[in-house]
Structure formats: structure tokens, C-alpha cells
């Protein structure tokens, strides 16, 4: 409690100083509507936090205020006399603030005499000056300017607060937005000496620094292109150290600014109690991924708008417990929120299983407001989109919870602010989802450097899943009425051509559009066709000018190593644009459960219906399935106890459908193939029954992982299985088991020339289980090895100087003692001969450089062929 | 006598399809030569491209474009004068650059009533010179250009 005490007069002494400054401007200028909606909010706010933290006197008294401060939203006239009562009112709030942070209770007292005449303001817009005079309690007097500010002038609050703000001789600095009578009498000596090994910084301090290090990494990257330039530089060793120590520095820095999400959430279950209680509503609050990262000053600009969101939930979106019980569900409601990153954004998801958006209501408000007119028909999309409309509530009387239109417009004025989008779904009577996406506006993010239509663009990595280079592989691009898919294992990718998306010029055809990027944005994965990748840099991402954000497909700018500017494209805007978000069933559908449940899976639904174990029918969705196969039953590798097959060139993990299914001695195993991300799992079942159109409705929900519920097909039983439990466990399972029994870790000998490589996989690798000693060079990998050192895995760049990575499997393969170590080869070239003479040479796999899941796979795979031969 | 006070002030002037333009010295930053500009895929037709200028990322902004002039044809160094718009840097790209000018607001105009409207908005008055007229730019409005488009 005292925590959420300081905070709450941390925050709410900084807001009140905002508002006196804000009113002050306001009344110079009465007829700007923004700074009018600036105050309204955080007097707003400060209502709202007051009521959840009990402190009914507050309340009440920025009720009162917020209620005048509407009048003058409404078109009120705006009159000095009515600012200066709400400054008194200020003045008075403050006051009873400095009370309560000095006893941790709120003072007793009345404040009827300023909310009667708040009110009488309200209603009639006049109040008697003579009252007023009588009740100022004199301890700010408005500094009013006669005249408006001339350019380069500063006004008296603003120097004040510049005063007050700045730290002093002693730094006996009280909490920004102390007034006067607080500072230095009544602060406890809380802070003692070494009694906490932590250390307060200015923001601004971090700030600093990080704009100095983004600048530091933009300089190494410039000096590693000139060194890349002249091979044998005698500064490429005192480089390299400059480069580790930069990207230290760089991951440090980073590291200061970052805070769990769950901070901003550590009001919440409080508030939604109170609430409530105060509703007379059971809620319960699921909190998922409350340990993802976000930037501190992200974390600060959203905090508000979640606290709002999840109010509105409560009040709003969740029904009455009797309704409720009514409508079938259970009467506790439940408000559910997530955080999690997903391509290079943070995701925040606030989910409620209430009553849904009432499209009727919004319409008719929007009617009312002006938004639309009776000829329009909106989707029901652009009306949940209308909520975010300032002014707009569909509240159908004011509670002091939500509803007095503040609420969804100011979320998404701050949710813009750091160029964020939110987006909205709602279903009538199931709930709404809101989810919020912020991208990463001032990392350091690695790119993938393309070139399309003769100019060159950044990727950033962390969408991309995989490169395909069209002319060396049998993929094939194909066309379906001027749609581009391509055929990729065993699936069809949409294929975009970036030239064409961004509009270039067209070049010439001869070598245009020779490489597939493959991307994952969220759910949906698709590709792009760009005529060259040239090799991946860490890059600072620049926002671009505000003239150009509304461009969808960009995300930033940055200066790359030679001093060029690129722009940075946004996979989610790429994917918004060419329409992929909207679905991509395959892969949509692992993920979610929600998906089953949704409507338009009551149409008719292919269902792929088996046994497995106990005997129980049970059946999936046949979309999700990539293929059926029946497999010899010989053909059944055991790895580390784990059940494997051999399959299109891979090892595929075979996972039971049932915790009792046996896999078959002899004869054939039937098995159900999934894909997601190019990654295979074979369910294994006992036998495919039947493939059944019917429409897919749960009626059992099941708490028993991997099965989603049970449904009636063809009048029988049968249990809906959740594709999503068994994919994750073939690849996760399989991995950890084998570490379990390998005890340590494998110990992986990582040979780069390149400082930069080394220093992005090496902690990848680290990342993925493998004990790591990176070298520059092949020469230094040998003489290791003739010292005694021993690994078992070897990872080597092809291109490298004096001896390249052929040579090096050679070399090794000529040493009776690593002669058998598995070799994976890196490079940034993909081509048909290179890994022909890879194989020539006894490498185990040829990868490319960015990808680095191929990577881990090809990781995996040898690991596991060592385990075997061992 | 005339009791009018007059200032003084100073201006970077440039030269755009023959018509001198004038900023006050106050808002320009720098004027520097605009090289490797990088194309904005999908930009508004005003927007060059960006350019680094001493590691930061400057949005060129063509003049020309913005003033409904044809494209510039020759091949000659190309000209900007950087501007700090709203904390965001700017390169307005120019034929060429002109004096700086002290003037004083006697010899100030009002822009006349019958200029190009596009003009009119972007323009704060025009200098009597000697031998020509000079424009002055409000470059906040020529950089606004949405607001512009919807007032019109």
C-alpha cells in the first residue's frame, strides 16, 4: 500500500503541476481544444486514481473540478473566473496532498464549500467573486501574464518549475512538483546510506547515453566497412576489441532503459477489486508475459492507457453476474492481459469474455456525433473503430469508473504518440480483444540489408524466417491470376515483389528479383522478392520525418556503414499492405484456441477424425494438417528416447496423440504431419477413421492440455485436439531431452573471420545450449586442436583469408581425432556448387549466414547423428 | 516625420526557377550541397529523399515541387538549406544560393493579392529590393504541407 501510496503522489503532484501550467495557457488561449482535452484528462485521471487508491475527499473535489472542465469541452464560455476556481481547487488538492504524504492518511475535513460552488459553475457558469476570494487559501497566486508570450519568452511557471527542478547546491531535491511548504521540512531519511546497492538517474542521463552509443555504433560500423575495404589493415585487431566493447556498451545501455511490463501492471489487480466491489461485478484478472521487457519510456506513455483499458473492460465490457449466468457463461468475468514480443514489436493484448461492442449503440452515437451519416453503412470493423473517436462513449449514464468519453481517445493519442497502432475485435456477446502494438522505435536492431529496383533496404532480422534463392532451387514462383505463390516445401507462399509494393522503377529483367525474403509477421507468413541480399548490419533505427509516417511500409531510417541512408521496411506495415493479416489459415491456426471458437467455424469444417490411446474419437481440423503419412514402423529411429523418423531430408520428432498410444512394433505407423515455419511434427495416432464435413462446434471445453474440448461429429463424441500443444513439444521436448541425458553441454568450436558474426551467433548459439569458443580464423582452430581441445561440433565460415573453410574440413578431416566431428558450413553466398563442394568435403550442412534457425536446426541435426554413432 | 519604427533583419537568400527567395537567418541552420539523396519509396511528391549531412538523417524537400514549379534541368550541384522544423531536419533543395541580406522593414511588402495562392500561403511579404523582389518563406508553412492541402 505504501508503495502504490508514494507512487500515486508521485504521479499525481507531477500531473496537478501539468494542469496548473496547462490552465494557465488555457485561459490565454481558451479556444485551443487541445490543451482544453489536455487537462480534462488528467484531472480525469487524477479522479479516477483517487477513487481506486480511497481516498473519497480527492475524488470528490477533481470530480467537481472535472465536471466544470467538461462545461468548457462543451463550449462553456471560458471565463477567468471559472479557471481561477479550478486553480483554487488545484490548490486545494495539493494541499490535502501534502497532508497525505506526510500522516499516510487523508486529512479529515470538508471541502462542500469549493464543490458547491464547482457546481454552481457547472450549472449556471457564474459564481460570486467574493466567495472565491474568501475561500483562497493563498498559496498560488495564478501568474497570469497581461499579454501572450512573445516568441523566446518563457512563461513564470516555466521558469518556476525550470527552478524547482533543477538540482540545487546540496541536491536536497524533493520529488518533481513538491510546492514549497512540503520541500525539506517533512522528508523522512529514507534512503540510507548503503542501504540499497541501487542508484537513481535522471531519464535524461540514460537518454544521453543512449543517443551517444547509437552514434558510437554507427562509427564502428563505418570503420568495419573501411577495414572491410582493406584487408590487411593493422587496425582490424584493435577494431575487433572496439566492437566487442561497443556492443557491450550498446546491451548495457539498453539494458538501463528497460522495465518488466508487469510494473505498469502492478495496480491493476487492486483497481479491478475495488472496482468490482464497487460494481458489484466478480472479476477475475489473468496477467500473462508481466516479465516482457519494454523501454521505460514506452512503459511510461502507456501506463495510463492500460490502466483505462482494463477500467473500461470491467465497467463496460463485462456484464452483471446475473446477466451473465443468463447469457450461459460463468458469472465471474474474467479480463485477461498479455504482453509478448512478436516480430519486433511488443503485442499487448487486454481481452474480456463480456458482452462485446454494442454495434447498434456505436452507430447511433456516431450518428449523433457526426461521424457518419445516415447513407453510410461502416463495416462493423470501421464502427469498433469508432470508439477511438474523441468524445465518443457509448456509456449510457456517468459513473465515476469510465465513461465521460475520456478513455479510448486519449489510449490512442497516447498509444500514437510513440507510433504505436491499437486495433480492436469484438464478437457480440463473447467478449472484445484489444491489442496494442508498439514497434521498436529507438533500438539497435539487426538487419538484413536487401537491394530492389537499384536501391538498397533494411529487413529487420527478427521477421525474417528464411531466404530462398529462386534460380538454384527447384522452388518455383508461380502465378494464380496475378497472385505470385511459391511453392515451398510443402506449402504454398504468397509472394510479393518489394519493387512492385513500393512502387520502384522497373530495372532489368535479367537478374531482377532472383531472392525470396521469408517473413513472419505475427501469424501470417509470407514472402518478398527482392533482386539481391547483400549481408546483414546492426542498424540504429532513425524515425523518419512526420511527413513521411504515414508511408505503412516504412519503418525508419538509418545510416549504414558506407554513409548511406536506407530506409527500414515495416513488416507489419508490408503485411498490413498486401492484405496478409487479415489470415493465413495454416499457421493462424496453431496458435490460437480462439480460433475454433470463432464464428465462422460454425460453417461446415473438413475434420480429419482418428484413434488414438484410450479409444475415445478424435479429430482435426483438416486445414492444420500439411499431409498424412503412413510410415514403416522399422523405419522408427529412438534418439535419446525419443521417438524419430527420417523425413524429406530431415529428422522429424514423432510425438503420441495420446499419452497411451504405443507406436506399432511392426507393419505401419500412421502418423498426421504438421508444419509451422518449416518445422515437421508427426502426431503419432493408431488409426485415420474418417475425413467428415461438419460444422465444428465445442461444447466441452477440456482442461486436459492438447485437447481443446470435445464436439459432436456425426452424432459421436469426439475430442477436438489442439495442433498447437504438439507442434512446440516435438522441437522443445526433443531438444531439452537431449541435453538431460548429455549431461553437458556440447562443447562447439564457432571459427569466423568476422568479429561481427562471431559476436551475433556466438550468444545465439550460447542461447541454444552449446558451450562456445569462437576464433578468427582457421589457422587458430587447428593450432587449438593441436593443443588438445576438443568439441563436438564445428561451425566454420566458408569465405575466409588464408585458409577458407574448405580447406579447414579438410585439414580436419585428415586428423584421425577430429575426423568425425560434424561440420556446419556458414556463408553468406547460397549456391548450388558451393554446397556441392561442401558436401565433397564431408560438411554436414551448408547454412546461410542470416539464418539462423536453419542454423540450430542443422545444430540439432548433427548432434543428434553424433549421439547415434556414439 | 514618420513615427514608424523600422528593424532590421537578416536574410539567407536562394535562387528558384529566377525568383530570389528569402529565410530569415535565425531558422536556417545550415546550408550545405545535397548529395546521395536516397528515394523515399512512396513519398509525397515533395519529398526528395533523405541524405545523411554529418550523421543525421535530413528529409530533402524540393522547393520546386512545393512551389508548382517544373523540375530543375540542369545538372549542377544541387543546393539545400537545412531547417529545423518541429526537431525534425530538413534540407529545402534550391537552384542556388544567394547573398545574405540585411533588410530593413521599410522596404517590406505585403504579398499581393493576386500571387498563386499556393504562394500566398507559404509567404509572409515581399522585399523591395533595389533591382528585385524578394519572397520571404515562412518555412513552417512550407513545411506543413498537409495542413495546406486541407485548407485548400
Known amino acids: ?97 501534502a497532508e497525505l504524504e506526510a500522516t499516510q492518511a487523508e486529512p479529515t475535513g470538508t471541502d462542500g464549500d469549493l464543490i458547491v460552488q464547482l457546481e454552481q459553475m457547472a450549472l449556471d457558469g457564474g459564481v460570486p467573486q467574493a466567495a472565491v476570494e474568501e475561500l483562497t487559501i493563498g498559496t498560488l497566486t495564478p501568474q497570469v501574464l497581461e499579454r501572450p508570450l512573445r516568441p523566446g519568452e518563457v512563461s513564470l511557471d516555466d521558469l518556476e518549475r525550470a527552478f524547482r527542478d533543477t538540482a540545487g547546491p546540496e541536491d536536497k531535491k524533493a520529488d518533481k512538483g513538491g510546492d514549497n511548504r512540503r520541500t525539506g521540512e517533512r522528508r523522512h531519511p529514507d534512503t540510507l546510506p548503503n542501504g540499497n546497492q541501487t542508484l537513481r538517474v535522471s531519464v535524461d542521463t540514460v537518454e544521453r547515453l543512449m543517443t551517444m552509443v547509437s552514434e558510437l555504433v554507427l562509427t564502428r560500423n563505418q570503420l568495419l566497412e573501411i577495414v572491410r575495404r582493406h584487408s590487411e589493415s593493422e587496425f582490424k585487431v584493435p577494431l575487433q576489441r572496439l566492437s566487442n566493447v561497443t556492443a557491450e556498451l550498446q546491451e548495457g545501455v539498453m539494458k538501463t532503459r528497460m522495465q518488466p511490463i508487469g510494473n505498469a501492471w502492478a495496480k491493476l489487480p487492486r483497481i479491478v477489486r475495488d472496482l468490482g466491489q464497487e460494481l ?52 465471474k468475468g474474467t479480463i485477461r492481459l498479455s504482453a509478448y514480443q512478436a516480430s519486433g514489436q511488443i503485442v499487448i493484448e487486454i481481452a474480456d469474455d463480456g458482452r462485446g461492442l454494442n454495434l447498434a449503440k456505436i452507430r447511433k452515437r456516431a450518428l449523433e456525433a457526426g461521424l457518419i451519416s445516415d447513407e453510410d453503412h461502416p463495416t462493423d470493423a470501421q464502427l469498433h473503430k469508432m470508439i477511438f473517436a474523441p468524445g465518443f462513449s457509448t456509456a449510457e449514464k456517468v ?93 504454398l507462399l504468397p509472394l510479393v515483389s518489394l519493387s512492385q509494393l513500393l512502387r520502384l522503377p522497373k530495372q532489368s529483367a535479367a537478374e531482377s528479383e532472383a531472392f525470396v525474403v521469408v517473413m513472419q509477421v505475427g501469424q501470417s507468413l509470407f514472402g518478398i522478392l527482392v533482386d539481391d541480399v547483400l549481408h546483414t548490419e546492426e542498424i540504429v533505427v532513425k524515425p523518419v520525418a512526420s511527413s513521411l509516417r504515414e508511408i505503412k511500409v516504412l519503418g525508419g531510417n538509418t545510416i549504414l556503414g558506407d554513409g548511406a541512408v536506407i530506409m527500414i521496411l515495416d513488416p507489419n506495415g508490408i503485411a498490413e499492405s498486401i492484405g496478409a493479416t487479415r489470415e493465413d489459415r495454416t499457421i493462424d491456426d496453431f496458435s490460437k484456441k480462439e480460433t475454433v471458437l470463432d464464428d465462422d ?61 504405443k507406436l506399432s512394433q511392426d507393419g505401419s505407423q500412421p502418423l498426421l504431419v504438421f508444419t509451422d515455419g518449416g518445422r515437421s511434427v508427426g ?87 552449446y558451450d562456445v569458443a569462437a576464433l578468427p580464423g582457421a589457422k587458430e582452430a ?47 553466398t547460397l549456391s548450388g556448387a558451393a554446397v556441392s563442394r561442401s558436401e565433397r568435403v564431408g560438411m554436414h550442412a551448408y547454412v546461410a549466414k542470416f539464418d539462423r534457425r536453419g542454423l540450430l536446426q542443422a545444430l540439432k541435426t548433427a548432434s543428434a547423428d553424433l549421439q547415434e554413432a556414439a | 516625420m514618420n513615427k514608424q519604427v523600422f528593424t532590421e533583419t537578416e536574410f539567407v537568400t536562394a535562387w528558384i526557377s529566377g525568383q530570389l527567395f528569402g529565410i530569415p537567418i535565425a531558422r536556417v541552420h545550415d546550408v550545405f550541397e545535397a548529395e546521395r539523396i536516397t528515394h523515399v519509396p512512396l513519398a509525397p511528391a515533395e519529398i526528395s529523399g533523405v541524405l545523411n549531412l554529418r550523421g543525421r538523417v535530413v528529409t530533402a524537400f524540393d522547393m520546386r515541387t512545393r512551389l508548382g514549379l517544373p523540375p530543375r534541368e540542369s545538372a549542377k550541384k544541387q543546393m539545400a538549406i537545412g531547417i529545423d522544423h518541429d526537431g525534425e531536419a530538413y534540407g529545402l533543395l534550391v537552384d542556388s544560393m544567394g547573398e545574405v541580406l540585411k533588410l530593413s522593414t521599410e522596404t517590406l511588402d505585403a504579398v499581393p493579392i493576386n500571387l498563386h495562392a499556393g504562394w500566398v500561403a507559404i509567404s509572409t511579404g515581399i522585399y523591395r529590393l533595389e533591382d528585385r523582389l524578394m519572397v520571404v518563406l515562412d518555412v513552417d508553412k512550407v513545411l506543413d504541407s498537409r495542413k495546406d492541402t486541407l485548407a485548400a
Not at chain 1, 501506463?303 to 473492460?313: A, E, Q
Not at chain 1, 478424435?618 to 524419430?644: F, N, Y
Request: proline share 4%.
Open chain 1, 399 to 491: 459513473t465515476s469508473v469510465s465513461g465521460r468519453g475520456v478513455g479510448m481517445d486519449v489510449v490512442k493519442t497516447n498509444i500514437d504518440q510513440i507510433g504505436g497502432t491499437i486495433d480492436l475485435k469484438s464478437k457480440p456477446g463473447r467478449g472484445s480483444t484489444f491489442s496494442i502494438k508498439i514497434p521498436l522505435t529507438l533500438a539497435i536492431v539487426p538487419a538484413l540489408i536487401v537491394q530492389s529496383g537499384g536501391e538498397r533496404y533494411a529487413i529487420p532480422q527478427v521477421a525474417v524466417v528464411e531466404l530462398v534463392h529462386r534460380a538454384s532451387n527447384a522452388n518455383l514462383v508461380e502465378d494464380i491470376n496475378g497472385a505470385m505463390v511459391l511453392r515451398l516445401r510443402d506449402k
Open chain 1, 1 to 97: 500500500m505504501e508503495d502504490l501510496l508514494q507512487e500515486f503522489l508521485t504521479e499525481t503532484n507531477e500531473s496537478l503541476d501539468v494542469v496548473d501550467n496547462e490552465l494557465v495557457r488555457f485561459e490565454q488561449e481558451p479556444n485551443n481544444a487541445e490543451i482544453l482535452g489536455r487537462i480534462f484528462r488528467l484531472v480525469h485521471t487524477i479522479k479516477g486514481t483517487c477513487g481506486f487508491i480511497g481516498l473519497p475527499r480527492l475524488e470528490a473535489l477533481a470530480h467537481a473540478a472535472e465536471t466544470v472542465m467538461g462545461k468548457f469541452r462543451d463550449g462553456a464560455p471560458v471565463t477567468a473566473d471559472a479557471v481561477s476556481l479550478v486553480l483554487v481547487t488545484i490548490d486545494r488538492l495539493k494541499s490535502i496532498l
Open chain 1, 601 to 661: 467455424s460454425l460453417k461446415s469444417v473438413s475434420m480429419l477424425v482418428f484413434r488414438s490411446g484410450t479409444g475415445a474419437l478424435k479429430a482435426v481440423p483438416l486445414s492444420l494438417v500439411t499431409r498424412l503419412e503412413e510410415i514403416d514402423a522399422k523405419k522408427i529411429e529412438l534418439s535419446s528416447g525419443r521417438p524419430m523418423v527420417q523425413y524429406r531430408g530431415g529428422l522429424m520428432p514423432l510425438v503420441p496423440a495420446d499419452e497411451n498410444a
Open chain 1, 280 to 331: 458489484g461485478k466478480d472479476i477475475e484478472l489473468e496477467m500473462h508475459g508481466a516479465e516482457t521487457e519494454l523501454d521505460r519510456q514506452v512503459l511510461d506513455i502507456i501506463r495510463d492507457p492500460l490502466t483505462h483499458m482494463v477500467r473500461n473492460s470491467a465497467d463496460h465490457g463485462l456484464e452483471m453476474p446475473a446477466d451473465r449466468i443468463k447469457a450461459g457463461k460463468p458469472a
Open chain 1, 683 to 769: 502426431l503419432i495416432v493408431d488409426e485415420i477413421v474418417d475425413i467428415v464435413e461438419d460444422r465444428l462446434e465445442i461444447k466441452v471445453a477440456s482442461e486436459t492440455p492438447g485437447v481443446l474440448g470435445s464436439a459432436i461429429i456425426r452424432d459421436q463424441a469426439t475430442e477436438i485436439i489442439d495442433v498447437a500443444h504438439f507442434l512446440p513439444l516435438g522441437f522443445a521436448d526433443w531438444f531439452h531431452g537431449k541435453q538431460g541425458v548429455a549431461r553437458e553441454k556440447k562443447k562447439l568450436l564457432f571459427v569466423d573471420d568476422s568479429a561481427f558474426f562471431r559476436n551475433m551467433l556466438a550468444p545465439v548459439l550460447q542461447a541454444a545450449g
Open chain 1, 782 to 828: 587447428l593450432a587449438l586442436i593441436e593443443r588438445g581441445a576438443s568439441f563436438d561440433l564445428i561451425v566454420t565460415d566458408i569465405e575466409m583469408p588464408e585458409m577458407d573453410g574448405y580447406a579447414f574440413a579438410e585439414a580436419l578431416r585428415a586428423n584421425a581425432r577430429t575426423a568425425h566431428l560434424p561440420v556446419v558450413a556458414l556463408s553468406s
